[in-house]
């Protein structure tokens, strides 16, 4: 079992900036990958950006120039620049090993106009 708990959510002006962080424990040895995703109200989840064990990125399109995934032992960030409105969601972090996909509880951004 993973267990991952998600946090620098906030309130934001469009073009400021937010690092959400994602503490993992729990049996991290057979991660293949971690990655962020984010839920707008009305909306499907949506990948966001993933980084594997070997420390490759990708991003989706809408996020490319702005937001930067790394990682650092069990800590897994999501630097966010640039922010629009359109990006408010919950953002999810989300780790993925042989055996499943865990998922953390949720962190809410909201940019505003």
């Known amino acids: 079992q993973v267990q991952l708990v998600e946090s620098g959510g906030g309130l934001v002006q469009a073009g400021g900036s937010l690092r959400l962080s994602c503490a993992a424990s729990?049996?991290?040895?057979?991660?293949?990958?971690m990655a962020w995703y984010r839920q707008a109200p009305g909306k499907q989840r949506e990948l966001v950006a993933t980084i594997t064990s070997g420390g490759g990125t990708n991003y989706a399109e809408s996020v490319k120039g702005r937001f930067t995934i790394s990682r650092d032992n069990a800590l897994v960030y999501l630097q966010m620049n640039s922010l629009k409105p359109e990006d408010t969601a919950v953002y999810y972090c989300?780790?993925?090993?042989?055996?499943?996909?865990?998922w953390g509880q949720g962190t809410q951004v909201t940019v505003s106009s």
């Open positions: 729990g049996r991290l040895f057979n991660i293949n990958a």
């Open positions: 989300n780790a993925m090993d042989v055996t499943g996909s865990y």
